[in-house]
């Protein structure tokens, strides 16, 4: 499946070019990743400086979100058909200039529109990044090492935009958006040159589903913007009911479409890979998980044990550096225990993690509460985000790559908007709109159980999922062992009769296996 002429498979070391490749692709993620969580704590700062309402001001975030969650299969697709380096490249431009236009902006609306045109060049990035480390790296351990660092990077980015945020917010909102432009500019240069150029796709072959297209795409903007408004708008109410049966029959047409394309945007066929399709469950849940005990211990730290944005960001700080810390190993790990096994263990230090923050209360400390659960989620994010992205991507063809890039991105998006939102409604409806500690704890605990009830969910999932490993892995073993009497009654007496010999020989090699 390698397409680079340096391939990392038949080569002991991987050459500077090849590091390079690998850097380039980390830059644009980790920037990404760097963008969604450095925004929040700035949120308070733009509002003030722009005269924002509440509503307003979650469309800086939620405007970030709909572009990336809702065509990110458009984006995965993209790459596939047009060319992954092509797509990359536009893309990085696009999110230089959106950065920097989100900087200089004096108007709320135009700052949203930055904020989304970034989310939309975000969601051609991140396929394409992805599915050029998949189709650069063999299949195995150079992937898997590949993948070990580019996914680190990625929420390396996520927790460190926490601190950064928090120092730059001091100086000025607006570098918070500026800082990411020369970045991205390097990035730029950078990719230009050592971005691997591929063989562009075959026109005659390659189709475009505009029908798939506009029914996914527009099925996914519209989940993503109906879960992001229902806060507002109210679960129950008609405009909420009405935009879920849209999605519903969007999504209907959509399949519909891409069961009787000759090309389709997505096709079905790709979820038969029992691996894939729970790794895409499993993303979708570990990153909407994440997303929501990150907003509930915001609020708890901030709100109701007054710490400042920069104390908050610092108390995350010791998750990000397990994450960072185990870059270079993961790899290694995952070679020799597989995702298969990783996956669910890494989940369930994430569950882990939650749960013990369910102690919170008035008064709890950094040391009793907030420091122990940091590091069993440090640790659980070390294993699951790199095991969740190789298991969505490995056996998959390289045409395809892209498409299943798309897939798992989009989960972790997805995902991330409906526990987020979930989340907010069931943190509102249990402080019933009190101040008061008691009202704030109210409405912090069920939604931490919620967050809890979904890695749990996750973790079940994943579980199956290596049970069905070993029962696949198990079969030709004992299939194996059971046709050993037969070859040797086949072989003649001497073989049948077994001498001593023969037959230690034999035991020792079923004990090997």
Same mark, same amino acid.
């Given at each position: ?6 391939? $990392? #498979? ?58 990336? &969650? ?6 995965? /697709? ?37 904020? =989304?045109?970034?989310?939309? #060049?975000?969601?051609?990035?991140? %396929? ?12 195995? $351990? ?31 909102? /607006?570098?918070?958006?500026?800082? %990411?432009? @020369? ?46 408004? *229902? ?55 570990? =990153? ?19 710490? #400042? ?6 108390? =995350?700080? @010791? ?52 420091? @122990? #659960?940091?590091?069993?989620? &440090? ?43 979930? *989340? ?21 605990? $069920? ?28 079969? %030709? ?7 050993? %009497? ?9 073989? *049948? ?17």
């Amino acid at each position: 499946m390698t397409t680079a002429s340096d391939d $990392p #498979s038949t080569t002991g070391a991987w050459s500077p070019r090849l590091w390079g490749t690998l850097v380039v692709l980390c830059a644009a993620l980790f920037l990404d990743a760097l963008d969604v969580s450095m925004v929040g704590v700035a949120l308070p700062s733009i509002g003030t400086d722009l005269h924002l309402s509440t509503s307003a001001l979650q469309w800086v975030v939620s405007g970030y979100v709909l572009g990336y &969650g809702g065509l990110l299969l458009l984006g995965g /697709r993209a790459a596939d058909l047009l060319g992954r380096r092509r797509v990359f490249l536009a893309a990085l431009a696009v999110f230089a200039a959106a950065s920097l236009l989100g900087g200089l902006v004096d108007d709320g609306g135009l700052l949203i529109a930055a904020r =989304f045109l970034k989310g939309v #060049s975000a969601a051609f990035t991140a %396929p394409a990044g992805l599915s050029i480390i998949t189709t650069t790296f063999a299949e195995g $351990p150079a992937r898997n090492r590949a993948l070990s660092i580019y996914t680190t990077c990625g929420a390396s980015g996520f927790s460190l935009g926490l601190v950064l945020s928090g120092l730059l917010t001091s100086a000025g909102w /607006r570098w918070t958006f500026l800082m %990411p432009v @020369p970045v991205a500019l390097v990035a730029l240069g950078a990719a230009v040159r050592l971005l691997p150029r591929q063989p562009a796709p075959a026109r005659g072959t390659a189709g475009y589903d505009a029908a798939g297209a506009i029914t996914g795409t527009g099925s996914l903007l519209l989940l993503v913007f109906t879960v992001t408004e *229902a806060q507002n708008a109210g679960w129950a109410s008609a405009r909420t009911i009405g935009s879920l049966a849209a999605v519903a029959v969007l999504m209907a047409l959509f399949l519909l479409i891409e069961s009787r394309a000759a090309h389709p945007l997505v096709r079905l066929g790709i979820f038969r890979n029992g691996g894939v399709s729970r790794a895409d469950v499993a993303a979708l849940a570990v =990153f909407g998980s994440y997303a929501g005990f990150q907003f509930i211990a915001t609020l708890y730290l901030q709100r109701l044990l007054g710490w #400042s944005a920069l104390e908050m960001a610092l108390a =995350f700080l @010791p998750a990000g550096a397990l994450v960072a810390l185990s870059a270079t190993k993961m790899g290694a790990v995952v070679d020799r225990f597989g995702t298969a096994r990783l996956l669910p263990l890494g989940i369930g230090f994430l569950t882990a993690g939650y749960a013990l923050f369910l102690r919170l209360d008035e008064h709890s400390g950094f040391l009793g509460l907030v420091l @122990p #659960s940091m590091v069993l989620l &440090g640790i659980g994010f070390a294993l699951a985000f790199p095991s969740v992205n190789i298991a969505a991507t490995n056996g998959v063809d390289d045409e395809e790559q892209g498409l299943a890039s798309g897939l798992v991105n989009t989960a972790f998006q997805v995902g991330s908007a409906i526990v987020l939102a979930v *989340a907010t409604a069931v943190i509102t409806a249990g402080s019933d709109g009190g101040l008061s500690p008691q009202a704030q704890l109210a409405g912090y605990r $069920p939604a931490l159980l919620l967050v809890t009830a979904v890695s749990l969910g996750a973790l079940v999932v994943t579980l199956v999922g290596w049970a069905l490993e070993r029962r696949r892995t198990a079969a %030709p073993v004992a299939a194996e062992s059971a046709s050993a %009497p037969i070859a040797r009654a086949a072989a003649g007496p001497a073989t *049948a009769g077994g001498s001593d010999e023969g037959e230690d020989a034999e035991g020792r090699v079923l004990a090997d296996r």
